[in-house]
T-cell receptor, first 110, second 114 residues
Framework: GQQVMQIPQYQHVQEGEDFTTYCNSS?????IQWYKQRPGGHPVFLIQ?????EVKKQKRLTFQFGEAKKNSSLHITATQTTDVGTYFC??????????FGAGTILRVKS | NAGVTQTPKFQVLKTGQSMTLQCAQD?????MSWYRQDPGMGLRLIHY???????DQGEVPNGYNVSRSTTEDFPLRLLSAAPSQTSVYFC?????????????FGPGTRLLVL
């Protein structure tokens, strides 16, 4: 079945440092979504990428979708304590199912 | 709009008991889904529905049943609870997951099976 691998599993950064999480699929994706889950909370949709090579920005967050539509990344510039949480990618095939990666837990030291 | 609501928030069951986790949305979304979240494993799709009267299996359907009699409601039934079903369960809805639409998650139900 479709696998979506996400690395790293865990990252602890100093406030102000940058952070990147990577998502890789074994098959070509129709789209990829990114979510953030605060500790004890529920996943909250951040963004969706659909086009090959697409890059989108939300303030300090930059999202990329690979040319082959098999990988994606989320980069946070100058992390803040409010960025703490787990970041998930979710890959869609040409159908109705999304497959989630295991998530990257981000901790920020102030 | 209340968005996606789930009840109960917490539940403790004994092995072999059955129960229904409730999920409702008031956004007129056609697509609804159930996920379970376990440490280090992300969110795994249990069942999903593309509209009233239509359901299909996800990645981990065994031990769970669903039905979709209305657009608003999508209950998840545990037939005979097992300790392996201890998890956090999230319901989600969207217009369709393959379009650039937000997928909304409910607050979750934390289930412990003894």
């Amino acid at each position: 079945g479709q696998q979506v691998m996400q690395i790293p599993q865990y990252q602890h950064v100093q406030e102000g440092e940058d952070f990147t999480t990577y998502c890789n699929s074994s098959t070509t994706l129709s789209n990829i979504q990114w979510y953030k889950q605060r500790p004890g909370g529920h996943p909250v949709f951040l963004i969706q990428l659909v086009k090959s090579g697409e890059v989108k920005k939300q303030k300090r967050l930059t999202f990329q979708f690979g040319e082959a539509k098999k990988n994606s990344s989320l980069h946070i510039t100058a992390t803040q304590t409010t960025d703490v949480g787990t970041y998930f990618c979710a890959g869609g095939r040409y159908g109705n199912k999304l497959v989630f990666g295991a998530g990257t837990i981000l901790r920020v030291k102030s | 709009n209340a968005g996606v609501t789930q009840t109960p928030k917490f539940q403790v069951l004994k092995t072999g008991q059955s129960m229904t986790l409730q999920c409702a949305q008031d956004m007129n979304h056609e697509y609804m889904s159930w996920y379970r979240q376990d440490p280090g494993m992300g969110l795994r799709l249990i069942h999903y529905s593309v509209g009233a009267g239509i359901t299909d299996q996800g990645e981990v359907p065994n031990g769970y049943n669903v039905s979709r009699s209305t657009t608003e409601d999508f209950p998840l039934r545990l037939l005979s609870a097992a300790p392996s079903q201890t998890s956090v369960y999230f319901c989600a809805s969207t217009i369709t997951p393959t379009r650039a639409e937000t997928q909304y998650f409910g607050p979750g139900t934390r289930l412990l099976v003894l």
